[in-house]
Nanobody, 123 residues
């Protein structure tokens, strides 16, 4: 069983910074893409940023230039550095990982999700 454990959420003032971390644990053959989604009250979950094992990244337009995603493949961990925070960044942030796990009948590949961490930005 694979688990994703997030940390680093909390309260920040507008213009401030927060750093989220998400570590994957369990019996893992490989991790493909990792990244972050967020969901604000009354809104759909949206992609914030993603990163491939080789370090290629993509970002939502709303966070480009303010957020930076990175990963440590040796630690199966993905990070999200959030700078110049705005009140509209307030949401629950979820990490995800596209994970391949070993199985005697053939490897299994699926997405896993973290439990979510609240980020609140005050004006």
């Amino acid at each position: 069983q694979v688990q994703l454990v997030e940390s680093g959420g909390g309260l920040a003032q507008a213009g401030g910074s927060l750093r989220l971390s998400c570590a994957a644990s369990g019996i893992i053959f490989s991790i493909n893409a990792m990244g972050w989604y967020r969901q604000a009250p009354g809104k759909q979950r949206e992609l914030v940023a993603g990163i491939t094992p080789g370090g290629s990244t993509n970002y939502a337009d709303s966070v480009k230039g303010r957020f930076t995603i990175s990963r440590d493949n040796a630690k199966n961990t993905v990070y999200l550095q959030m700078n110049s925070l705005k009140p509209e960044d307030t949401a629950v942030y979820y990490c995800y990982a596209d994970v391949t796990t070993p199985h005697y009948m053939g490897n299994i590949r699926r997405d896993y999700w973290g439990q979510g961490t609240q980020v609140t930005v005050s004006s």
